[in-house]
């Protein structure tokens, strides 16, 4: 009986290295960080030189493209990546780095067109490879791992596993080994919700995560998981491009990299037997949500986790919720409790903030449409039809919805018909922004060092702006513009903000003083002109004058920032939200911080007050809520 209770001891503790030797012996290369530009033809040269390096290398399986393989995001320059490995012998897989999911003028539909989707999945010699995007997706903050790509994950790794899809029992054999492929490192400071990550995939047998981003070697570790992250392509300080090589031998894996002309050179190595973490543990840190206790009268009134991300504000008419997601679809949520009403699917991501008036929901998506549903049913009421995705933020004025598309249009639209009652064609970049709509002008910046003015009539242009900026990164396209003393106030990513004569399009003034980003808030009475610092504060300026004027600063205690959530203000207090869940309120006149409160630690969205004391808010990690100030 003992003899028999040792052999299966025995049998159970070998049970995972007899899994692990399943696997076949493999070479595989991981090219990262091409940064294609349609303005430099180094990137185009460093990559061919390496493609053709692989292609004159014996035993290459396969290769690993993990991201920024573009400098714009750019469907033309992912077109030529795709023409440039497509020279490659051996079979590619890609993800998405965040120079394609932050600056995309389709809104990441055109990388799923030209590579085939946003992840991938293999299995190669008994190991499995998925790859999955870790963002962000059009808004300027920490990377992201959406819902739906965790759930996906650990249905595809069970699938593997189990041959069910559904999550196993306790006590099944996970044993299987898997490699997870990303652009980002799943670190704190680089991804907002690593910890869900690692404690997602932590029960797997996870060998390696494998990424770039960082443009150079480091061998580090996910809450224990082990991570690799190589070299760009691009050339390095010695002229020299390379890549990563991987060796899969029976018990280990090896890396190298290897610059052109040279021999590879190893720097790391694992094994594939061992276990370099607790299968069974936690991640070893969590965000700190200590800051609810300080302020313990703000209370989550309802909260919805949705399961997919969500990338733009709310919209409120009455008493029902609009809210657009990555999934595409269009949800009605109760204003009183969150219920589910009603809810319309797109043909793909909504990026743009909806907007809402006399029962009448218009949104954009990146299907190349714009949407006019009934508020009370969601039902369908007219679809205008764009030639590209449309990623703007709707504005209703009068019955008219005004919104930007990535075919180079702005329209003007009729809310009850559908009619398209003038559209602007003049615009070379693409438009994300919300546009500000005055008595007689339609004003919105787009992703081309532009700020455009039209009349709200019949869209003939006013005036563009560019204030000298030369760099399609430092455009006036993510802030939602503000007017009041005539004239218009932006920041963009220059950090500086600007007062705009609103008749001429001459600049008033333009200040760096403050290291604002791409964030701008106009109080009630239109006196004051609110911003997000880059680091910790909320500033206020005056509204009134030809020279920048700073009422105060306020030190709010959020950290490094450079999220595009703009202020706004209800009741005489000014509402903000930041890159890692959190959400003030300060005094409008003073700048006094009320409150702060943690939702979460992703990306909140431009909020949406009700009033002084209570404010809607949705997040990128999917959740839609109400906040309520007790008395």
Not at 327 to 342: D, F, R, V
Not at 345 to 367: E, H, K, L, M
Not at 394 to 409: M, Q
Request: hydrophobic residues 35%; contains cysteine.
């Amino acid at each position: 009986m003992k003899r028999r209770l040792f052999r299966m001891f025995l049998l159970l503790c070998l049970l995972p290295l007899a899994v692990q030797a399943q696997h076949g012996t493999f070479r595989f290369a991981q090219i990262t960080d091409t940064h294609f530009s349609p303005s430099n033809q180094n990137p185009t040269e460093d990559l061919l030189r390496s493609i053709a390096q692989i292609n004159a290398t014996d035993s290459i399986d396969f290769v690993l493209v993990t991201g920024d393989i573009t400098e714009e995001g750019d469907r033309a320059s992912m077109q030529k990546v795709k023409e440039a490995l497509d020279l490659l012998k051996t079979k590619y897989y890609v993800v998405l780095g965040n120079h394609e999911t932050k600056w995309s003028d389709s809104g990441c539909t055109a990388f799923s067109e030209i590579f085939g989707g946003e992840r991938f999945e293999f299995e190669h010699k008994g190991i499995l490879f998925l790859g999955f995007n870790s963002g962000p997706l059009m808004r300027m903050a920490y990377g992201h791992v959406v819902p739906q790509d965790i759930r996906w994950m650990t249905e595809r790794m069970n699938l593997f596993n189990t041959g069910s899809s559904q999550f196993p029992a306790p006590d099944a054999q996970l044993n299987k080994p898997v490699i997870l492929v990303t652009h980002y490192p799943m670190l704190e400071g680089d991804v907002d919700n690593w910890y869900e990550v690692t404690d997602a995939v932590r029960p797997y047998n996870i060998r390696l995560f494998i990424g770039g981003h960082y443009h150079r070697n480091r061998n580090i570790r996910y809450d224990g998981i082990p991570g690799i992250l190589m070299r760009s392509n691009l050339r390095d300080k010695d002229n020299k491009q390379g890549y990563g090589i991987y060796d899969i031998t029976r018990d280990s894996i090896l890396v190298y990299t290897r610059r052109i002309g040279e021999p590879k050179e190893k720097w790391a190595s694992f094994s594939l037997a061992g276990q370099y973490y607790d299968r069974n543990g936690k991640a070893e840190k969590y965000p700190d949500f200590s800051v609810n206790k300080e302020y313990d009268k703000v209370k989550e009134q309802w909260v919805v986790q949705t399961g997919a991300g969500i990338y733009c504000s709310p919209a409120v008419e009455k008493d029902k919720v609009f809210v657009g997601d990555d999934m595409g679809y269009l949800t009605c949520y109760a204003l009183k409790n969150g219920k589910k009403l009603w809810n319309f699917r797109s043909g793909n991501r909504i990026v743009g903030t909806p907007a809402v008036a006399d029962g009448v929901v218009v949104f954009g998506s990146a299907d190349h449409s714009i949407y006019g549903l009934n508020s009370k049913d969601g039902s369908l009421l007219w679809t205008v039809k764009a030639t590209q995705p449309v990623l703007g933020a709707v504005t209703i004025d009068n019955g008219i919805a005004y919104i930007g598309a990535s075919d180079h249009n702005l329209r003007a639209i009729d809310i009850h018909t559908g009619k398209e009652i003038w559209a602007y064609t003049g615009v070379k970049g693409y438009i994300e922004t919300k546009p500000l709509v005055t008595a007689s002008e339609v004003i919105f910046g787009a992703w081309d060092n532009t700020l455009y003015a039209l009349n709200k009539t019949d869209g003939l242009e006013l005036w563009k702006w560019t204030g000298g900026l030369t760099r399609m990164h430092f455009s006036p396209a993510a802030v939602w513009p503000v007017a009041a003393d005539g004239k218009v106030y932006i920041t963009d990513p220059q950090r500086a903000m600007t007062a705009i004569n609103i008749r001429t399009g001459e600049t008033v003034w333009r200040t760096f003083q403050s290291a604002v980003r791409e964030t701008i808030g106009l109080s009630e009475d239109g006196e004051r002109v609110y911003s997000k610092t880059m680091n910790d504060s909320i500033v206020c300026y005056s509204a009134k004058g030809d020279q920048p004027l700073q009422l105060w600063a306020s030190n709010v205690g959020f950290g490094y920032e450079h999220a595009p959530s703009m202020q706004v203000e209800k009741g005489g207090v000014m509402f903000g939200s930041t890159k890692e869940g959190l959400i003030f309120a300060l005094e409008g006149r003073t700048g006094k911080v009320l409150w702060k409160h943690k939702t979460g630690n992703s990306l909140i969205n431009t909020v949406v007050p009700l009033n002084g004391q209570q404010v809607l808010f949705t997040a990128t990690s999917g959740e839609v809520g109400l906040l309520t100030v007790k008395k």
